[in-house]
C-alpha cells in the first residue's frame, strides 16, 4: 500500500456491507441470486427481440441496447464483491480499481442516455406518428447509439485520467463494495480542486441534460394525450411510454434516494447499502418491468423459450443417431 503522497498506491480496500463473517454467505447468496436473475433476465430480452423479426423497430432495437449495458453495468461491480466475499479479500488492486471505476462510469452514463433516446423515441411516435418510420430510420438509431457511446467513453475517460494525478494517503479504505469515484478521490492526500469540478461538470453534463431531455419530452407526450378525444386513444397512447416512464422513475428515484439518504446519515455505510438499489436492483427489475407490461415481448419470450424447447430435442436424437 501507498504510505504517503510520494509512494505509488497499489491496492486499496472495499469495506463491503458487513465485517461480520456470519453474515457473509447470506451477503454472498443475495447478490449471486440478483447478478444471475439481471444476467438471464437482460439476456432473454436481448435474444427474443433479435429472434423476432416483428421487434426489429426503433423502440425494441433501444430496449436490446440498455438491456446489454444493464448487463455490463452489474458485471462492473457484482463479480468482483462476489470473489472477494468467496476468496475473503477485501483488496482490489489500484489498476483494478481504476478500471471498475471507468466501466462503472462509462455504463452509468450509457444508461442515462439510452433512456433519454428512449424517451425522444416515444416523442416521436405518439407526437409525430405520421411521420415516425421517416424520422427514426434506422440510421438516425444506430448514430444516436454510437453519440451516446463516444460521448460516456469521453466522460469516464476524463473522469479516470484526472484520478491518476492523485497520491494518497496511508488509509485506502473504501466504505462501499466497489470504487466508487467520489469516495476515491476523498482517499487522496493531494490537492482535489480539479477533480471535483470535472466530476460536478460531469454530474451536471450527464446526468442533468439528458433529464432535461427526458422531462421535456415527455411534457410534450403528455400535453399530445390530453389532445387526443377518446379515452381508449389516450390510453392507448399512454400503454406505449408506460414500461418505459416506470424504468426512467426506478432509476432517477433510487439514484436521487441515494444522494439524499446518504447526505442524511453522513455515513458511507448507508451509501453503499443505498447505492445497491440502482447499481443492483433497477438493472435486474427491468426486464420484468418490460417483459409484464408488453404484449410484444411476452409473446417473443415464448416464441423463443418455444424454440428452445423443440430444438433440443431434435438436437439430442441426432446426437444419439450413428
Known amino acids: 500500500m501507498g504510505q504517503g503522497n510520494d509512494t505509488r498506491t497499489s491496492e486499496f480496500v472495499l469495506l463491503g456491507f458487513s465485517k461480520e463473517p456470519a453474515l457473509q454467505p447470506l451477503v454472498f447468496g443475495l447478490f449471486l441470486s440478483m447478478y444471475l436473475i439481471t444476467v438471464l433476465g437482460n439476456l432473454l430480452i436481448i435474444l427474443a427481440v433479435s429472434s423476432d423479426s416483428h421487434l426489429h423497430t426503433p423502440m425494441y432495437f433501444f430496449l436490446s441496447n440498455l438491456s446489454l449495458i444493464d448487463i455490463g453495468f452489474t458485471s462492473t461491480t457484482i463479480p468482483k464483491m462476489l470473489v472477494n466475499i468467496q476468496t475473503q479479500s477485501k483488496v482490489i488492486t489500484y489498476e483494478g480499481c481504476i478500471t471498475q471505476m471507468y466501466f462503472f462510469i462509462l455504463f452509468a452514463g450509457l444508461d442515462v442516455f439510452l433512456l433519454t433516446v428512449m424517451a425522444y423515441d416515444r416523442f416521436v411516435a405518439i407526437c409525430h406518428p405520421l411521420h415516425y418510420t421517416v424520422i427514426m430510420n434506422p440510421r438516425l438509431c444506430r448514430l444516436l447509439v454510437l453519440v451516446s457511446w463516444i460521448m460516456c467513453i469521453l466522460n469516464s475517460l476524463l473522469q479516470s485520467l484526472v484520478v491518476l494525478r492523485l497520491s494518497f494517503c496511508p488509509n485506502l479504505e473504501i466504505h462501499h463494495f466497489f470504487c466508487e469515484l467520489k469516495q476515491v478521490v476523498q482517499l487522496a492526500c493531494s490537492d482535489t480542486f480539479l477533480n471535483n469540478m470535472v466530476m460536478y461538470f460531469g454530474v451536471g453534463l450527464m446526468g442533468g441534460c439528458p433529464l432535461a431531455g427526458i422531462l421535456y419530452s415527455y411534457s410534450k407526450i403528455v400535453s399530445s ?57 433497477t438493472p435486474m427489475l427491468n426486464p420484468f418491468i418490460y ?4 404484449k410484444d415481448i411476452k409473446r417473443a419470450l415464448k416464441r423463443f423459450v418455444g424454440m428452445v424447447v423443440i430444438k433440443r430435442p431434435i438436437i439430442m436424437g441426432l446426437k444419439k443417431c450413428p
Open 225 to 281: 394525450i390530453r389532445g387526443i378525444s377518446s379515452a381508449q386513444g389516450k390510453y392507448k397512447a399512454f400503454s406505449t411510454c408506460a414500461s418505459h416512464l416506470s424504468v426512467v422513475s426506478l432509476f432517477y428515484g433510487t439514484s436521487a434516494g441515494v444522494y439524499f439518504s446518504s447526505a442524511a446519515a453522513h455515513t458511507s455505510h448507508s451509501s453503499a447499502t443505498a447505492s445497491v438499489m440502482y447499481t443492483v436492483v
Open 291 to 294: 417483459s409484464l407490461r408488453n
